[in-house]
C-alpha cells in the first residue's frame, strides 16, 4: 500500500432527478512515472495509480485508464446525470494491487 | 570550485543581462477571491521601510491564469488535500501527555489571525520565533511529542492547516521592540550578494521583479502565500525549504532550514509583504 | 522530476535537432502508431472534439487539459513529445452526461495534446492542441 495516499471529492449534496451535476476528484498519490533515477542513476520503478472508476447505485459512470503522464496527485473532473438519490462510489486502482474508495451520497431535491 | 575572477563576473554579469534583457512583464491586474467569499489583497502601498518599492504586489499576480485559477477553489487547489490530511492530525493525540492539538487550542479557527504576525518575538523564550519553531516547542513540551522535522511533510501541511484560517487577513509583523536586531539581520542579507552568481535577494525580487527570468515571471518574492503548492515539484513547500533553494541558486553554500540567518531572512521577507493578505497555502510555478 | 527534466532535455536536444528537420515532435511517429492502433487505421473526423490546454505551460509537470465530444463512447488522450504517447482514456459509462473530462497532465517539453474520441457510430474525432513548455528561473 503506498503510503499517505488520501482521496478527496466534491460531489453537491442534492440534485433534482434528471438533473446533470459536476463531479471533481483529486487522490494524494505521487505518480511515480518509471522515468526518474535515483541518486545513483538506477530507474525508480513505476508506481501510478492505473485506473479511476466512479458508478452511481452500481451503473457506470466514467471508467479511466491511467498513464504516467497524469500528474501527481491526479485530479479529474467530469459530470453524471443523477437519475434518483443513491451513492456515488470512487475507486482507484493502484500499480502495487491497492484499491482506494470513497463513497459520496446525494439526494434528490 | 575557484573559478577565475573574470569568468565569475562574465557569469554574473551574463545572469544579470538575461534578467535585464527579457521583457518588462508587469504584473497582471487580475482579482483575487477564493471561493467567491475570501477577498485577497494582492496589491498595497510599500512598508515605509521597503524603501525602494512603491508597491508591493504577492507573488499570485505574476502567475499565468492556469495557475491562478489553481488557487481560486479549496477543491482545485492542490494544497487543501494536505491542509484535510492536517486537520485529521490536529485532532490525534501524540506524544507522552495524550494530549492533541486540539486539547488545548480546540478548533483549529482559535488560531485565526496568529500566521498573519508570524513570525514574531516570543517573550518567554527570548527568542524571535517562526510558526514551525513554535509548534515544534508546543509538540515537546505541551505533548511531550517528538519535534517534526523543519521542513518535512508534517510541519508543512500543519503550517498550510494554520495558514489556511488567516486567509484574506493582512500581514502584520512587528519589526521594532525585541524583533529589531533580527529584523536588520534579515535586511543585512537580503541584500547582500552571495553565490558564484553573486546575486542577492534584491537583485531579482526588487530590481527586477516583473521582468522574465528565461520563461519565469519573476515576481517580488514575497512569502504571504506560503507554504505554496509548487507546480514545480508537486508539493507544499515551506519558507526555508524555498529560501535554501534560492541560495544554492547563487550557486553558494546554502543556509540550513531553521537556522537564525533564515529565521532572520524571514522575518525581513515578511515584513516586506506586510499589507498583503495571507494567502497560504496558495498555488505557485 | 528535476532530474527527469534536465536529463530528458539533453536527450531532447539530440532528437530536437532531428525534429527540427522533420518538423515534427521527436516522438511523433509513437502518437501516429498508437493513434493507428486505436483507431484501426481509420481516418478521424475533425470539429465534433475539442480539446483544451494553454497554450503556455507555466510548468510542465501539471498542465490543466479538459477534452469535451459531444456523444462519444472514450476519449483517448495523447503527447506526441513525451516519452510514451499514452496519458489517458476517458470511457463513459450509461450515466456520463456531456461526454467531457478535465485532468492535469506531465508534459515533458513542448508538443501537441492529441484527443482522439470514439464516437457511438464506431467513427472517431480528432483535435490537437500545442503547448509550449517553458524552463523557468534559475532552475531552482
Same mark, same amino acid.
Given at each position: 500500500m503506498a503510503s499517505g495516499v488520501k482521496p478527496r471529492v466534491k460531489v453537491p449534496k442534492t440534485a433534482?432527478?434528471?438533473?446533470?451535476?459536476?463531479?471533481?476528484?483529486?487522490?494524494?498519490?505521487?505518480?511515480?512515472?518509471?522515468?526518474?533515477?535515483?541518486?545513483?542513476g538506477n530507474p525508480i520503478p513505476r508506481s501510478i495509480i492505473n485506473r479511476f472508476t466512479t458508478d452511481f447505485n452500481g451503473e457506470n459512470v466514467v471508467d479511466v485508464a491511467l498513464e504516467p503522464a497524469i500528474s501527481t496527485n491526479p485530479y479529474f473532473q467530469f459530470d453524471a446525470v443523477v437519475p434518483e438519490a443513491g451513492d456515488f462510489k470512487f475507486t482507484w486502482y493502484d500499480d502495487d494491487g491497492s484499491v482506494y474508495e470513497e463513497t459520496k451520497s446525494i439526494k434528490i431535491g | 570550485m575557484n573559478r577565475p575572477q573574470t569568468l565569475t563576473r562574465a557569469i554574473a554579469f551574463a545572469a544579470a543581462a538575461c534578467v535585464a534583457a527579457g521583457a518588462n512583464a508587469e504584473p497582471d491586474t487580475d482579482q483575487l477571491v477564493v471561493n467567491e467569499e475570501i477577498e485577497m489583497i494582492t496589491e498595497a502601498a510599500a512598508p515605509a521601510h521597503t524603501e525602494n518599492l512603491s508597491t508591493v504586489y504577492s507573488g499570485w499576480r505574476f502567475r499565468a491564469d492556469e495557475t491562478q485559477a489553481l488557487q481560486m477553489d479549496d477543491f482545485e487547489n492542490p494544497a487543501m488535500i494536505f491542509v484535510e490530511a492536517a486537520a485529521e492530525v490536529w485532532n490525534t493525540a501524540d506524544g507522552t501527555k495524550g494530549n492533541s492539538c486540539a486539547s488545548c487550542h480546540e478548533d483549529v479557527e482559535s488560531l485565526r489571525g496568529v500566521r498573519a504576525v508570524y513570525p514574531k518575538w516570543n517573550e518567554a523564550a527570548g527568542e524571535v520565533r517562526t510558526l514551525e519553531m513554535q509548534i515544534n516547542d508546543c509538540r515537546e513540551n505541551q505533548m511531550g511529542a517528538d519535534k517534526w522535522k523543519y521542513t518535512g511533510g508534517d510541519m508543512t501541511n500543519m503550517t498550510a492547516l494554520i495558514s489556511s484560517v488567516s486567509r484574506g487577513m493582512p500581514v502584520?509583523?512587528?519589526?521594532?521592540?525585541?524583533?529589531?536586531?533580527?529584523?536588520?539581520?534579515?535586511?543585512?542579507?537580503? @541584500?547582500?550578494?552571495?553565490?558564484?552568481?553573486?546575486?542577492s535577494c534584491a537583485n531579482?525580487?526588487?530590481?527586477? @521583479?516583473?521582468?522574465?527570468?528565461?520563461?519565469?515571471?519573476?515576481?517580488?518574492?514575497?512569502?504571504?502565500g506560503f507554504p505554496t503548492y509548487r507546480l514545480k515539484n508537486t508539493k507544499l513547500n515551506s519558507v526555508h525549504a524555498r529560501f535554501k533553494g534560492c541560495v544554492r541558486d547563487t550557486r553558494a553554500e546554502t543556509f540550513k532550514p531553521g537556522s537564525a540567518d533564515f529565521v532572520a531572512l524571514e522575518l525581513y521577507v515578511a515584513s516586506r509583504g506586510n499589507g498583503l493578505s495571507v494567502e497560504g497555502p496558495s498555488v505557485r510555478n | 522530476m528535476e532530474l527527469t527534466r534536465r536529463k530528458l532535455l539533453a536527450i531532447g536536444a539530440s532528437t530536437f535537432a532531428i525534429a527540427s528537420i522533420t518538423g515534427a515532435s521527436a516522438?511523433?511517429? $509513437?502518437?501516429?502508431?498508437?493513434?493507428?492502433? $486505436?483507431?484501426?487505421?481509420? !481516418?478521424?473526423?475533425?470539429?465534433?472534439?475539442?480539446?483544451?490546454?494553454?497554450?503556455?505551460? !507555466?510548468?510542465?509537470?501539471?498542465?490543466?487539459?479538459?477534452?469535451?465530444?459531444?456523444?462519444?463512447v472514450a476519449?483517448? $488522450?495523447?503527447?506526441?513529445?513525451?516519452?510514451?504517447?499514452?496519458?489517458?482514456?476517458?470511457?463513459?459509462?450509461?450515466l456520463s452526461a456531456s461526454r467531457s473530462a478535465a485532468t492535469r497532465i506531465r508534459l515533458a517539453t513542448t508538443q501537441n495534446v492529441v484527443a482522439v474520441a470514439k464516437m457511438e457510430d464506431g467513427s472517431f474525432q480528432m483535435a490537437k492542441a500545442n503547448v509550449k513548455v517553458t524552463i523557468g528561473g534559475c532552475g531552482g
Open positions: 433534482a432527478a434528471g438533473e446533470t451535476i459536476t463531479i471533481k476528484t483529486l487522490i494524494s498519490h505521487k505518480m511515480e512515472s518509471g522515468q526518474r533515477k535515483d541518486s545513483d | 502584520n509583523v512587528a519589526i521594532d521592540g525585541p524583533a529589531q536586531s533580527m529584523w536588520e539581520q534579515g535586511k543585512e542579507l537580503y @541584500y547582500t550578494r552571495t553565490g558564484q552568481l553573486e546575486l531579482c525580487h526588487e530590481d527586477s @521583479y516583473g521582468m522574465m527570468i528565461r520563461a519565469d515571471h519573476l515576481s517580488q518574492g514575497q512569502i504571504n | 516522438y511523433a511517429s $509513437l502518437t501516429d502508431d498508437a493513434i493507428a492502433a $486505436l483507431t484501426g487505421g481509420a !481516418e478521424a473526423g475533425e470539429g465534433a472534439i475539442t480539446i483544451t490546454a494553454p497554450e503556455i505551460a !507555466e510548468n510542465g509537470n501539471t498542465v490543466p487539459v479538459a477534452v469535451d465530444a459531444p456523444g462519444a476519449i483517448t $488522450l495523447f503527447a506526441d513529445g513525451n516519452p510514451t504517447p499514452g496519458v489517458a482514456t476517458f470511457k463513459f459509462g450509461p
